[in-house]
């Protein structure tokens, strides 16, 4: 497995955090860990990491909140590693955008599993994605247009990769709209509504490229030359 870059391993627990750092270090990873969500930060805002396994509860606020607020920027694989391990506790980690939830205590071995599923997913957004002068950077949830970074919200950095996947190609409402939310979309205006306001500011952001989102009413929309 390609190990370059490394793991931010986010935990309060010292004796937890040593054992972790052991056992990976063992396997040839790079690591970094933060023992708060302000350490977290500053390390992300430094060099992002590869993947990050983050614990919930920390002296310093909310693991599902810090990742909530993560995922405004960032893709990066995230494993959520808590002793909370009720039904809601898990689809609130799951829901602000963890990629897996492991609690605590947990086998070592069932550990590694789920790290190296997480290193699995960094590789395949590892790949920059290129269409004319912008570019997107799926590990990072970043993208650029002749080198300027986009400032994309999370829907919008997930649209626009839909868009530069399938470039010159309709995109239906509908499989848009999935792709983005994750979830089907409803029969309503509301949704459709969602998805042309969100569509609209991406358009903008875009503006100056060569390339613009048509739509084709009640259908759908593709990225193409202007």
């Known amino acids: 497995m390609d190990k370059q870059g490394y793991l931010l391993l986010v935990e309060d627990d010292p004796m937890i955090q040593m054992n972790n750092m052991r056992l990976l270090e063992r396997r040839g990873y790079s690591l970094r860990q933060a023992f708060t969500l302000a350490e977290a930060r500053e390390i992300?805002?430094?060099e992002p990491p590869r993947a990050i396994v983050l614990d919930i509860m920390l002296p310093d606020g909310n693991g599902v909140d810090f990742l909530a607020e993560l995922r405004e920027?960032?893709?990066?694989?995230v494993l959520m590693l808590t002793a909370l391990g009720t039904r809601d506790d898990i689809l609130k980690g799951l829901a602000a955008g963890g990629d897996n939830y492991l609690t605590k205590p947990y086998d070592r071995v069932v550990f590694l599993s789920h790290v190296e599923a997480l290193l699995r997913r960094s590789e395949t957004l590892a790949e920059m994605l290129v269409y004319g002068p912008?570019?997107?950077e799926p590990a990072s949830g970043r993208a650029f247009v002749d080198g300027e970074d986009l400032v994309l919200t999370q829907k919008e950095f997930f649209m626009l990769q839909q868009f530069v996947q399938h470039?010159?190609?309709l995109l239906m409402a509908d499989f848009l709209y999935e792709k983005v939310w994750g979830q089907e979309m409803l029969d309503d205006d509301a949704s459709r509504v969602s998805l042309r306001n969100?569509?609209?500011k991406l358009r903008k952001k875009i503006s100056g490229s060569g390339y613009t989102i048509s739509s084709e009413y009640g259908e759908g929309y593709m990225l193409e030359p202007e």
């Open 44 to 46: 992300i805002a430094q």
């Open 73 to 77: 920027t960032s893709n990066v694989p």
């Open 134 to 136: 912008i570019k997107i």
């Open 167 to 169: 470039p010159n190609k």
């Open 198 to 200: 969100a569509v609209s």
